[in-house]
């Protein structure tokens, strides 16, 4: 597509946004609304070509991690990886916590205001589930086992 033809193309999706005349000269907030409108419209359709861009961005600077010699990544640090992990399987375990507590709280307001509750209690116990789970994966990682006691207490 020609440059010309995206930008008219562009224009007059823009323009698609149909607003009375009589707001629009009154009202400041209706022509705000309309530009902001039209800014949403511009942006949905270079979604795409922004995305590309970023990803391109991306590329580029992991590629500018190593050395210009052909150096090390991460400094020549071989434990920068494996610590990196281990800290977003611990975030991540957190966060799934958090959000099991929330989940949780939530349906406790729903089921007191008797509206459905069970998807936010399912979500919060699944989120404990996954975060239990993760908890688990960051044990693991630090080289701890464990231990499963199967005399039942005696």
């Known amino acids: 597509m020609r440059p010309n033809t995206f930008r008219n193309w562009l224009r007059s999706q823009a323009n698609t946004v149909e607003i009375d005349q009589h707001l629009l000269t009154c009202s400041r907030a209706a022509r705000t609304s309309r530009r902001l409108i039209q800014a949403s419209v511009i942006l949905n359709a270079l979604a795409p070509l922004l995305a590309s861009v970023a990803i391109f961005s991306l590329t580029a600077v992991s590629?500018?991690?190593?050395?210009?010699?052909g150096g090390?990544?991460?400094g020549g640090n071989d434990q920068t990886l494996g610590n990196?992990?281990?800290?977003?399987?611990?975030?991540?375990?957190?966060l799934l916590f958090l959000l099991g507590i929330g989940g949780l709280?939530?349906?406790?307001?729903?089921?007191?205001?008797?509206?459905?509750?069970?998807?936010?209690?399912?979500?919060?116990?699944?989120?404990?589930?996954?975060?239990?789970?993760?908890?688990?994966?960051?044990?693991?990682?630090?080289?701890?086992?464990v231990n499963l006691d199967t005399d039942l207490g005696n």
């Open 63 to 69: 590629a500018m991690a190593q050395g210009p010699g």
């Open 72 to 74: 090390t990544i991460f």
């Open 84 to 94: 990196g992990v281990r800290e977003i399987i611990k975030w991540g375990r957190n």
């Open 105 to 145: 709280m939530w349906a406790a307001v729903n089921y007191m205001t008797e509206k459905n509750w069970t998807k936010q209690a399912l979500g919060g116990v699944f989120c404990f589930a996954f975060g239990s789970i993760a908890s688990l994966a960051y044990s693991f990682s630090q080289g701890n086992a």
